[in-house]
């Protein structure tokens, strides 16, 4: 079965840090740019980081840049994301998702996971 | 505030053809980037609907569907039914900053 799994969510305080990660099954890992989608507490979705396939290419959202990290190991077909600095801004469901499509400026996110909730509270 | 603009509701009854706008500026939509749409149901992940403007995948029924034109873009839902109601997505590349997907701020459609 085709599918993403993420993991890692849980209640940190302000400041803290949390390592999300993200299991692909069922289909080629490594030949896909891969990101990360949060949403907060009722609200919309918000784009956070994109990685290539073999991990040249990589950018973030101006919201998190220089505090989160994204990055992948194929062989272990798993996705990244570091966060630190946390803030209670940060809190938000954690959504992995494929690239697919054949302009990279035009790529869309094709199979997404289930998402883990990230709280950050005192 | 999202960078795409989209209403914040709509609502149609059963049956009814309902719209829902996406506006952009000319460093995304307007500057020739495609559009996709995401279907999010309660408590569930979004998922993609239609990708390129207009295209739909496999699955996704010929009553959804997408257009684009100028700073602007558009899904429309035909002949609605009760599983319909969801919230919905736009979501573009914008070229302000290196790599960054903007996304709509949401349409939450309500089949009366």
């Known amino acids: 079965e085709v599918q993403l799994v993420e993991s890692g969510g849980g209640l940190v305080k302000p400041g803290g840090s949390l390592r999300l990660s993200c299991a692909a099954s069922?289909?080629?890992?490594?030949?896909?740019?891969m990101n990360w989608v949060r949403q907060g507490p009722g609200k919309g979705l918000e784009w956070v980081s994109s990685?290539?396939?073999?991990?040249?290419?990589?950018y973030y959202a101006g919201s998190v840049k220089g505090r989160f990290t994204i990055s992948r190991d194929n062989a272990k077909n798993s996705l990244y994301l570091q966060m630190n600095s946390l803030r209670a801004e940060d809190t938000a469901v954690y959504y992995c998702?494929?690239?697919?499509?054949?302009?990279?400026?035009?790529?869309?996110?094709?199979?997404w996971g289930r998402g883990t909730l990230v709280t950050v509270s005192s | 505030q999202s960078v795409l603009t989209q209403p914040p509701s709509v609502s149609g009854a059963p049956g009814q053809r309902v719209t829902i706008s996406c506006t952009g500026s000319?460093?995304?939509?307007?500057?020739?980037?495609?559009v996709h749409w995401y279907q999010q149901l309660p408590g569930t992940a979004p998922k993609f609907i239609i990708s390129g403007n207009s295209n739909r995948p496999s699955g996704v029924p010929d009553r959804f569907s997408g257009s684009k034109s100028g700073t602007s873009a558009s899904l429309a839902i035909t002949g609605l039914q009760a599983e319909d109601e969801a919230d919905y997505y736009c979501q573009s590349y914008d070229s302000s900053l290196s790599g960054s997907r903007v996304f709509g701020g949401g349409t939450k459609l309500t089949v009366l």
């Open positions: 069922g289909f080629t890992f490594s030949s896909y740019s």
């Open positions: 998702a494929t690239f697919s499509g054949e302009d990279p400026s035009n790529w869309y996110f094709d199979l």
């Open positions: 000319s460093s995304n939509i307007g500057a020739g980037y495609d």
């Open positions: 990685i290539s396939s073999s991990s040249s290419y990589i």
